[in-house]
């Protein structure tokens, strides 16, 4: 009875290794097709391409998948078009943003639809999480969302499998996290006009890479060194004037703020209220 229950233990333990959980964080102005930040055509697109990264989980095997909202005001994903077998975070108020719900349960981490940070030469709407930011330095690296939200993911030890996006968003990931398999579904020209793979070509290749990185499964993550210290910079010194308040901050400059904590998901929160949640 005790061999059997021991086998029945470690079998057990050989599914739960096995079973992938999967996190998707959802962008918009890194889906292909799209050439304005308000397209028309946006909402249906960015669904199209969360519901190919959705397939290609689950055609790996994935047990569970659940999709954070991630865009403007996190409502944009179509709730009735969307796989089934999702579960779905939406909604803008959520104290961890673009990262909400993801804990150390999840095996798995993925990016659909990002875009290139805040600054960036020929990224299509650039930005870091909003544009009243010019740039965020992470112990001295400057990073985008998909920067700031890898080491969120390395926080909790779940490793990111895979990005898409646009060219610039593919590139800075895999600069993060070296060999990170990655789909680039289209170039920016400057910031408002694009080079882009059709809707349908860029769904294939995102439910195909996907299949392929939950298979693979690499443990890919960035190196995390506590304690973490935050140099956000602001697009002008109007916004500075108003967060040097926190007590948390130092000014280090007349559109810079600094701070340094030990736990990253302390961190993040602070930079998502710098950059979303000031309104002169
Ligand atoms: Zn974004």
Do not use: C
């Amino acid at each position: 009875m005790r061999v059997t229950l021991f086998a029945l233990a470690l079998s057990f333990l050989g599914w739960a290794l096995a079973a992938q959980s999967v996190y998707i964080s959802a962008d918009m102005e890194g889906v292909a097709g799209i050439s304005a930040t308000d397209d028309p055509m946006g909402r249906r697109l960015m669904t199209a391409e969360v519901n190919a990264a959705i397939a290609g989980a689950f055609d790996a095997g994935a047990t569970r998948v659940v999709v954070n909202d991630a865009h403007g005001g996190h409502n944009n994903l179509l709730q009735d078009a969307l796989d089934p077998r999702v579960t779905l975070l939406r909604g803008n108020l959520k104290p961890y943003g673009m990262m909400q719900g993801l804990d150390g349960t999840f095996t798995a981490v993925m990016f659909i639809g990002y875009h290139g940070k805040a600054g960036s030469l020929g990224g299509f709407a650039a930005h870091t999480g909003s544009g009243r930011t010019a740039d965020l330095r992470i112990n001295g690296v400057s990073v985008g969302e998909g920067g700031m939200n890898a080491l969120y993911a390395a926080w909790y030890r779940v490793p990111v499998v895979f990005v898409s996006g646009d060219s610039l968003a593919v590139a800075e990931m895999q600069g993060l996290i070296p060999g990170l398999p990655g789909v680039a579904v289209k170039t920016g020209i400057w910031n408002r006009a694009v080079r882009t793979l059709s809707p349908d070509s860029a769904t294939a290749a995102i439910r195909r890479g996907v299949a392929d990185a939950v298979r693979a499964a690499a443990p890919t993550q960035p190196t995390l060194r506590p304690p973490f210290t935050v140099e956000f910079e602001y697009s002008t010194p109007l916004y500075a004037d108003i967060t040097e308040g926190i007590p948390w901050l130092e000014r280090t400059g007349p559109r810079t703020l600094r701070y340094t904590v030990d736990e990253y998901p302390a961190a993040y929160r602070m930079i998502r209220v710098l950059y979303k949640h000031i309104t002169p």
